[in-house]
């Protein structure tokens, strides 16, 4: 699986197994768009849908996960096409820093938005705990986490 090879070293993960992008990709009336590289098999993935984002129309991209900053570049040119076949005018990505950077997303035409966002938590257990204690580095948040996108 293209996703476990991607999370081994990660302490706070999602497990984006054949049944849980089922789910997660099963909303009614939205449209969700898979994107690879071409190749025999998969070095980088992006999961996007079209949205309105303040006025513009836009790419979302959900997630996005590669082998390496070659793959991000590859994935991204596929992305750019495929927003300019769609008439699309901004693809946004939601991602932490340590993320971006280990995808290359800064250096290939993207910038960071003046808008900040945080993770909010309520402690219920122990593993809460060290979720909340986690460093930003052990983990990867991008929309396909949050069911809002």
């Given at each position: 699986?293209?996703?476990?090879?991607?999370?081994?070293?990660m302490q706070v993960s999602l497990e984006k197994s054949t049944?849980?992008?089922?789910?997660r990709l099963n909303r009614p009336s939205i449209d969700y768009t898979v994107l690879f590289c071409p190749s025999e098999t998969p070095h980088a993935v992006a999961i996007v849908r079209q949205i309105n984002l303040n006025g513009f129309?836009?790419?979302?991209?959900?997630?996005?996960?590669?082998?390496g900053e070659q793959w991000s570049?590859?994935?991204?040119?596929n992305l750019v096409t495929y927003a300019i076949d769609h008439?699309?005018?901004?693809?946004?990505?939601?991602?932490?820093?340590?993320?971006?950077?280990?995808?290359?997303?800064?250096?290939?035409?993207?910038f960071r938005s003046h808008k900040k966002f945080k993770?909010?938590?309520?402690i219920i257990n122990l593993r809460s705990v060290q979720f909340t204690k986690a460093s930003e580095k052990s983990f990867r948040m991008t929309w396909i986490d949050s069911d809002t996108v």
């Open positions: 699986n293209f996703y476990t090879s991607q999370i081994s070293e049944e849980f992008l089922k789910w129309a836009t790419l979302a991209v959900l997630d996005f996960e590669s082998d570049k590859s994935l991204v040119k008439q699309l005018e901004v693809i946004a990505f939601s991602t932490n820093r340590t993320n971006a950077k280990r995808l290359g997303i800064l250096r290939l035409g993207f993770v909010i938590t309520r």
